[in-house]
Nanobody, 117 residues
Framework: VRLVESGGGLVQTGESLRLSCTAS????????IGWFRQAPGKQRELVAR?????????ADSVKGRFAISRMRDATKNTVWLQMNSLKPEDTADYYC??????????WGQGTQVTVSS
């Protein structure tokens, strides 16, 4: 299994970013998937989740601002995280994975998001 995240960067408060994640050896549509983040000195947390039926839920801290989605074409095997109205507290490394992460047993390199005030 290999997970590759991209799309992070440095933005200002209130701006948007769209993160992408592609997987090999793991088919997103068959499982619950999620975006996690880890800020410096903090534990990794799940911020957005989509189950195999397409239902989504979000951490309270990002609800209404973040949206997880995946390609309808299962062969593309890509998941996105649209992040709007970014805040400095959203600064973290972002990762995608199955939920729970033991479904894959691996983590990608993540993509860094920095939101300046």
């Amino acid at each position: 299994v290999r997970l590759v995240e991209s799309g992070g960067g440095l933005v200002q408060t209130g701006e948007s970013l769209r993160l992408s994640c592609t997987a090999s050896g793991f088919t997103f549509k068959d499982y619950a998937i999620g975006w996690f983040r880890q800020a410096p000195g903090k534990q990794r947390e799940l911020v957005a989740r989509m189950d195999s039926q397409g239902y989504t839920n979000y951490a309270d801290s990002v609800k209404g601002r973040f949206a997880i989605s995946r390609m309808r074409d299962a062969t593309k095997n890509t998941v996105w995280l649209q992040m709007n109205s970014l805040k400095p507290e959203d600064t973290a490394d972002y990762y995608c994975n199955g939920v729970p992460s033991t479904l894959t047993g691996v983590w990608g390199q993540g993509t860094q998001v920095t939101v300046s005030s």
